[in-house]
Structure formats: structure tokens, C-alpha cells
């Protein structure tokens, strides 16, 4: 005969021990959501009581007066009342996490179930969560509950979290708006970089110093007058024991911290790539294999263009590795060139178009042009663009084409024509 429901539910009591460790996934902690301060404290303590060598997640069971006493309840009359609708509040809050190509949107808790005649109250946090609080290998963070609890700011509370990671490297870095997304803060909400800086960063830093077992500095990185990414120097407080630096990672996996200059302006483009839904594995590909100037004229393009496009992740890939953004620079004059190669690759590009009697758009030939050059000079595509770019206004003339200052077709209209063209193309080669 199946169990009754009632006699499924937990009878077990949890005590809310300051000194439990709370062990998350780096993937959570670096994942976007919002959470009040109340709803973020009965998070960490019901964290605070799962086991990591733990198969599945129990039911933590806890007495209401127990958790009143670590969260407050301010001026409420009824702290029964007052919990169940924080942990209401909880219950519909959802986390973004992404898998490869895919991201996840899940709730924290699945079911609460309050017991009014016991006073407590049982929590089950969602199934779909344990791999990232379970059984975990590698790329964890481990931290104790006293160090978070009694922080009076979420965003106090985020910030330790995101700096703990990188305490044994002691330094991490934030383009500013990709942090204030990892904060949850709305884009109208402390525009200003001042109030940002006073009522998040300046909070924090006095805060987690008083607090917890580390501390931050922090400074600001400028282009011109606007600050556009925080540098962090994170430090232990002294006393710390090795297991409270909680950074358990691969060697390799360790994510990569900048200098000032271009590294910044490299983190703050993958930043800007993530949010053209371009994949990481991609995006490293690129900066690999590709100029970070053309990168940057790309992203701009695509940035431009986003809601012209369907597919705007692989689109951005394309024009990138093709550099779309090319045609969107200054023709220049013609410039007659006394480099016999110069003159051997415009004589042979002057000949491989002629070879079709259509119209062809500027976009297009120059796309094809760099392919050529590369093909034809053996040299990768940043020494085939400044090739090009020397005879360019030469070729333009010889085929008679005239360049618009901006590309009037959509995005997905020059795909589509591309795709015709190379396909009757073929025909000449």
C-alpha cells in the first residue's frame, strides 16, 4: 500500500548553525537573478543545510521563530504571516543559467509547505538545481554561513559572492554594465555612476570588510570621463584557515583577469558578444583568430542591426569573420600604388570580377576581394585587409562601383542576396 503523503513529509528539525558551509556551483554564482534581502537570506540558509556529498536534495524543515530570529521581521505583527510571504516571494523568483547553447530559466523552491500548528515550516528547492549544489567536483565556491547573513544589502551579498571566487587570485575585474547585470539592478535604477558607486560599491566594501572573512578595494577604469569597468583587489582577512579561500577550480578553467588598455576593452567586448548571443567557444575563436579592431567595428554593426536580424548570434559570427562592418569605413581616394604587388593583386581582382557581367554591391566585393587576397598571398585576413584597403578606391573605379556612406539593405537582405550571388557566381570560377 503507497505511503500517505503526510507521512512522506520531513520530521527532521534543522538548527540554523552560523558555521554551516554553504558550497555553490561557480556557474550559480555568476548567473543572473534578482532576489530581496529577506528572500536572499532563507535562501542561504536553507543552502547553509544541504550536504554536497548529498545525492538529491531533503526537505529542510525549520521552526518559523528560528528563522525570524536570523532574518528580523522589522515591525510585522504576525511573523507566520511575514515569513510565508517572503518565502512566497522566494518561491516565484527564477534563476538564468546558460548550458552550451541553451539557457534555463528555473524557479528556486518547487513547494513550501507550512505546518501553522507546529510553527514551521518545510522548503524543497528545486530538483533541477542539484548539479549545481551537489556532488560537485570541480569550480565550486565554499563560504560560511556568518559571512553572508548578516549583511544589511543584497547587493553586499552578491558581491562577496562574485569576489570570494577570486579570492585565491586576488584580483577580478568588471566591465561596469556587465556587473550591474550580475547584481540584478535595473537599467533605470542608479544611472548615474556616482549613485552606483555610493549606494552599492562603497556600501559593500564597508560592509563586507566589518563583516566577513574578506575585504575589497576597488578602482575605476575610464575611457575619457566615463568609468566603463571596476578592477577589484580582493584580499583574507588575516587568521583565514586555506578551506575558507574557497575557490576550488581547474587550473585551466580559472577565469581570466586583465590589465588596463586593451585587455579591458577585450573583457568588455565579450560582454557586449554575450549579449549578441554569440557562444563562448565562439567568441574565444574569434579573438583568437581575428584583429580586435575588426572585432569591434562588427560589433558595433551588429549592435546596430540587431533588430533587423533574425538569428543575431550566428549573424554576428559571420560578420565578424567576414567583416561586414568593412564596407562601412570612408572609401578612400585612389591612391596609385608603386608596390608591384599592389598592382598584381588590383590586376587580378580587376579580372576575377569582370569575369560576370552583373551589378555587383560594393558589400559583396569587398567580402570576396579579402577572401581572394588571402587565397591568392597566402597571408591571414588582417594583412589581406590592409592589402585591400590600399587598392580599394583603384577597384572600385576600374569596376565603376559606387559605395553608399551606408549599406541600405537589411541584414538579413544582404544575407539572402549573398547567398544568390556566390551561388551564380560558381559558374565563373
Request: glycine residues 4%.
Amino acid at each position: 500500500m503507497a505511503k500517505r503523503v503526510d507521512e512522506l513529509i520531513s520530521s527532521e528539525i534543522y538548527e540554523i548553525d552560523m558555521k554551516d558551509w554553504i558550497t555553490k556551483s561557480n556557474t550559480i554564482i555568476e548567473s543572473r537573478y534578482k532576489l530581496s534581502l529577506q528572500e536572499q537570506r532563507i535562501l542561504l540558509i536553507t543552502a547553509s543545510k544541504v550536504q554536497p556529498s548529498d545525492e538529491d536534495f531533503k526537505q529542510y524543515k525549520f521552526r518559523v521563530r528560528d528563522l525570524i530570529d536570523r532574518i528580523g521581521a522589522g515591525n510585522q505583527t504576525s511573523m507566520y504571516t511575514y515569513i510565508k510571504e517572503v518565502i512566497k516571494g522566494l518561491q516565484s523568483k527564477t534563476i538564468e543559467y546558460k548550458k552550451g547553447n541553451r539557457t534555463y530559466v528555473a524557479n528556486w523552491l518547487v513547494t513550501s509547505i507550512y505546518e501553522e500548528t507546529e510553527g514551521t515550516i518545510i522548503l524543497k528547492l528545486n530538483p533541477d538545481l542539484k548539479e549545481f549544489f551537489l556532488q560537485l567536483k570541480e569550480r565550486f565556491t565554499t563560504y560560511q554561513l556568518e559571512n553572508v547573513i548578516q549583511l544589511n544589502s543584497v547587493y553586499s551579498i552578491r558581491i562577496y559572492e562574485l569576489l570570494k571566487q577570486y579570492e585565491s587570485i586576488k584580483k577580478r575585474n568588471f566591465p561596469l554594465e556587465e556587473l550591474r547585470e550580475k547584481l540584478g539592478i535595473e537599467k533605470t535604477k542608479y544611472k548615474q555612476y556616482g549613485h552606483f558607486k555610493k549606494r552599492v560599491l562603497t556600501v559593500a566594501q564597508e560592509e563586507v570588510a566589518e563583516k566577513t572573512d574578506i575585504q575589497f578595494t576597488f578602482e575605476e577604469v575610464k575611457q575619457g570621463r566615463k568609468v566603463v569597468g571596476i578592477v577589484f583587489q580582493i584580499k583574507g582577512k588575516v587568521g583565514n584557515a586555506a578551506s575558507n579561500q574557497a575557490v576550488i577550480e581547474k587550473e585551466e578553467d580559472k577565469p581570466g583577469q586583465l590589465d588596463f588598455g586593451q585587455d579591458f576593452e577585450k573583457e568588455e567586448l565579450r560582454h557586449r558578444l554575450k549579449q549578441l548571443k554569440v557562444g563562448a567557444s565562439k567568441v574565444q575563436y574569434l579573438f583568437d583568430h581575428y584583429p580586435l579592431d575588426q572585432i569591434k567595428r562588427n560589433v558595433e554593426y551588429c549592435e546596430n542591426n540587431a533588430g533587423r536580424v533574425k538569428s543575431i548570434g550566428g549573424y554576428t559570427y559571420k560578420a565578424i569573420t567576414t567583416d561586414y562592418a568593412l564596407s562601412e569605413v570612408e572609401l578612400p581616394s585612389p591612391v596609385h600604388s608603386d608596390d608591384p604587388e599592389d598592382k598584381t593583386i588590383l590586376f587580378h581582382l580587376s579580372g576575377y570580377w569582370r569575369k560576370s557581367n552583373e551589378q555587383l554591391p560594393y558589400w559583396f566585393v569587398d567580402e570576396k576581394s579579402i577572401e581572394e587576397i588571402q587565397k591568392q598571398l597566402n597571408v591571414d585576413s588582417e594583412h589581406a585587409q590592409e592589402k585591400y584597403l590600399q587598392i580599394k578606391g583603384e577597384l572600385y573605379k576600374a569596376l565603376d562601383i559606387q559605395a553608399p556612406h551606408r549599406n541600405v539593405e537589411t541584414p538579413d537582405e544582404s544575407a539572402k542576396k549573398r547567398k544568390e550571388l556566390e551561388e551564380r557566381l560558381s559558374k565563373y570560377k
